[in-house]
């Protein structure tokens, strides 16, 4: 059960961010509004809320997911693949030496985005993208083995229609993953109970179990039906700015 999140409105600056999305600017009112109504969210969840405030310096800054990886055990900072990140993580760090006593650091030339990194129970999916390179994901691996978690490396670097591993995947519970068609026939997801998401509702992919909730981006009633149809409880939020920014809900909080 999760108890804590890290969270990150947007800065004036978030239009001037990383993005393949091709979808027109964000506006910058509503991207807060959705933002607000996020972490309203995760409070009716049972979380309480860290809020770091908005830093107009790093555009991507309010994607916090990609600063760090939290474990039951231990903590890693990670280094952003993108040279515009690599500052975002000085924060994070000094906050989350508040509750974490072993906490280990992604040194260069390694890189690491925490959206690549996909916690499975005890057992960790690595992403090796175009943000996360190799030196990085050994490093990590080696680290999360030190806490005793196991791990699997995932090349997705010929796959160009999604940015970080976790944009095409999200476990939920009990063997089960959330997963789009490009990933679903992979090997290191064989022996889990996978739950298709097509092409049209791909963005969906990347849903948010929070302790007995599910979160799913508005506009993907399939996946949503599929949900409810397994007993899960959804809430539905408006992720429209975010999408255009190639963020997703998991990406908006860091979560312990």
Do not use: W
């Not at 990140?85 to 390694?110: C, K, Q, S, W």
């Not at 090997?187 to 929070?210: Q, R, T």
């Not at 409810?228 to 255009?244: A, C, H, P």
Request: glycine residues 8%.
């Amino acid at each position: 059960m999760f108890t804590r999140a890290v969270v990150r409105p947007p800065g004036k600056s978030f239009d001037g961010g990383l993005t393949s999305a091709e979808m027109g600017k964000p506006d910058f009112d509503v991207a807060v509004e959705q933002h607000e109504a996020y972490c309203r969210v995760l409070e009716e969840c049972g979380l309480r809320l860290t809020r770091l405030a908005a830093d107009d310096r790093y555009p991507d800054s309010t994607f916090v997911e990609d600063t760090a990886i939290l474990t039951r055990r231990g903590a890693v900072i990670c280094r952003p693949g993108a040279v515009s990140r690599l500052g975002e993580t000085e924060e994070i760090a000094r906050v989350l030496r508040l509750d974490f006593t072993r906490i280990y650091t992604i040194h260069e030339p390694g890189t690491v985005d925490g959206g690549d990194i996909c916690e499975a129970g005890d057992h960790f999916f690595i992403g090796v993208s175009n943000r996360t390179n190799e030196n990085g994901a050994t490093q990590l691996a080696r680290f999360l083995a030190e806490l005793g978690y196991t791990s699997t490396l995932i090349e997705i670097r010929g796959l160009s229609n999604i940015l970080h591993l976790k944009s095409g995947i999200a476990y939920l519970d009990d063997s089960r993953i959330v997963i789009i068609d490009e990933l679903k026939d992979r090997k290191e997801f064989s022996g889990y109970d996978l739950i298709h998401v097509n092409a049209e509702e791909a963005y969906a992919a990347n849903c948010l179990p929070v302790n007995d909730r599910v979160l799913i981006a508005a506009g993907y009633p399939g996946l949503q039906r599929r949900l409810r149809d397994l007993d899960y409880d959804t809430i539905v939020l408006d992720m429209s700015e975010f999408q255009k920014m190639d963020g997703g809900l998991s990406c908006l909080s860091l979560r312990f």
